[in-house]
């Protein structure tokens, strides 16, 4: 087995780990600080991918941005106390692992089918040398689908609007 | 070559977030299960764009941005739910209840 393939297991194995403690966990923080984790790995698999700029993003901007402010308001609300779980109860619990499971199940079965990637280096890494790993994202960015990029600069700016309208007690 | 495991991995994470969403009652603990969803679907598109192009990873790119935009718009909403009703316990959130 190449080096790959099983670095690919690890990590994807610590992804699921991880996920399965951050869906499980009753503390709130103890949840977030697991899906941080779950985003390492997740980034990792992103650099296995030949995604290496995005992995960078990955950590940046849900590890570092996203994640912290999930983990401020939390503290703010003050809910990393105990108290009761917010988990449900049994026939929730069964009706849910069932929902999910029948997903998952579907999920796996239509990935299944996907055909095989082509051995050998990938198209993604060829074009990461002839361009380097922030060009080969930023060219087709800038040119194809630039006019998506300015809409999202847009959306970020009616974000910041509703998030301040929102959060103030009074305009 | 990874493409395979690549999808299975995120066909599991995917269905794990699913699960986060419909066992939790926390709006929070919630919230952070949706984004667990929209990594899985990330790594899709990233597993994806090594066989089919470049187009795959600016995807992602617009999903981060999205998903940011989500988290601040979604946090404040939370944080007026809890200003106003002192929980965000779904259970006890029944504004909409007649």
Not at chain 1, 59 to 74: K, P, Q, S
Not at chain 1, 76 to 93: E, F, H, Q, V, W
Not at chain 1, 106 to 125: E, Y
Request: charged share 5%; proline share 3%.
């Amino acid at each position: 087995m190449p080096a790959t393939v099983l670095l690919f297991w690890s990590f994807a194995g610590l992804a699921v780990l991880s996920a399965l403690l951050c869906i499980t966990r009753k503390n709130p923080v103890a949840s977030a600080l697991w899906l941080v984790v779950t985003m390492f790995q997740i980034a990792a698999l992103f650099v296995l991918l030949d995604a290496q700029f995005l992995a960078v993003l990955q950590v940046l901007v849900y590890a570092g941005a996203i994640m912290v402010l999930f983990l401020f308001v939390i503290m703010l609300l003050n809910l990393g106390r105990g108290g009761a779980s917010d988990i449900r109860g049994p026939a929730g619990l069964a009706v849910a692992t069932l929902l999910a499971g029948a997903l998952g199940l579907q999920l796996f079965i239509v990935a299944r089918t996907a055909p095989a990637g082509t051995p050998g280096a990938s198209q993604m890494a060829l074009a990461e040398q002839a361009e380097g790993m922030v060009g080969v994202v930023a060219r087709p960015l800038f040119t194809t689908y630039l006019v998506p990029f300015e809409i999202t600069s847009v959306l970020l700016l009616v974000a910041i609007v509703g998030a301040v309208v929102l959060a103030k007690r009074q305009l | 070559m990874l493409l395979g495991p690549a999808l299975s991995v995120s066909a599991v994470l995917f269905a794990l977030g699913v699960a986060g969403v419909l066992v939790r009652r926390n709006a929070i603990v919630i919230f952070m299960c949706v984004e667990l969803m929209l990594n899985a679907v990330n790594l899709t598109f990233i597993a994806l764009a090594q066989s089919l192009g470049i187009a795959g990873q600016i995807f992602v790119f617009f999903v981060m941005a999205v998903a940011a935009a989500e988290a601040a718009v979604g946090l404040a909403i939370i944080l007026a739910l809890f200003r106003h009703g002192r929980t965000v316990n779904l259970q006890n959130i029944t504004l909409l209840k007649g």
